[in-house]
């Protein structure tokens, strides 16, 4: 039973450029979170994604999006890259019906570098 | 904004040694969870608590939960040299409009050998 994969694990950009990031959740799961880990820092939400709409938003700029698909898996998108936008990204999986208490699985994550 | 803060921000213990570790939130919960992080890497789940739950153990791990200090605690029993990590401390709403989590700075266990 493979867990949650992300992809790629490692990415470098210049600033201004755009990336996308890719998630396949836990097998069973069909909720995905994404958050932002700056180095020392706990982190951060992002926003989540629940039958392939954005149910819930973290203080992130337009800039940031995504997308879920049929299969549950999801991507993250970054447009105009900025310095401060390096960090590890983390997918996270989750089931998202009511009366769940939102235990949710990490992937390894992608450490994102922006020069 | 990070609603929970853990607290020592770092710990150093001998191997064998029990770890104590805590977590205190802001706001109303629905549940706890602890998280464990190696180098940079991915969170491993260690265990969640419900908010109507006090106590619950898992292996080496005994996580206990007071409401109404809006605290929690994680003790590692027989800490080994492999539990040197990142602890985090994440709250979550109820599923549905409110489950994201909201992550603490975390405390940086080394426990030496």
């Known amino acids: 039973d493979a867990g949650v994969t992300q992809s790629p694990t490692h990415l470098i950009k210049t600033r201004g450029q755009q990336v996308t990031l890719r998630c396949s959740p836990k097998?069973?799961?069909?909720?995905v979170s994404w958050y932002q880990q700056a180095l020392g820092q706990g982190p951060q939400f992002i926003f989540q994604?629940?039958?392939?709409?954005?149910?819930q938003r973290g203080n992130f700029p337009d800039r940031f999006s995504g997308h879920q698909f049929p299969n549950y898996s999801s991507e993250l998108n970054v447009n105009a890259l900025l310095l401060g936008d390096s960090a590890l990204y983390l997918c996270?999986?989750?089931?998202?019906?009511?009366?769940?208490?939102?235990?949710?699985?990490f992937g390894p994550g992608t450490r994102l570098t922006v020069l | 904004s990070q609603q929970g803060e853990e607290d020592p921000q770092a710990l150093s213990i001998q191997e064998g040694e029990n770890a104590t570790m805590n977590c205190s939130y802001k706001?109303?919960?629905?549940?706890l969870q602890w998280y464990r992080q190696n180098s940079g890497r991915g969170l491993v789940h260690l265990i969640l608590?419900?908010?109507?739950?006090r106590e619950k153990h898992s292996g080496r791990l005994r996580v206990t939960l007071d409401t109404s200090k809006k605290s929690s605690s994680l003790l590692i029993t027989a800490s080994r040299a492999a539990d040197t990590a990142s602890y985090f401390c994440a709250t979550g709403g109820v599923t549905g409009a409110n489950s994201k989590l909201t992550f603490g700075k975390g405390i940086t266990l080394s426990v030496r050998p």
């Open positions: 706001t109303s919960i629905n549940n």
């Open positions: 608590i419900r908010s109507n739950e």
């Open positions: 996270a999986s989750s089931l998202g019906g009511r009366g769940s208490y939102n235990e949710q699985f």
């Open positions: 097998s069973g799961h069909d909720t």
């Open positions: 994604y629940y039958e392939e709409e954005e149910r």
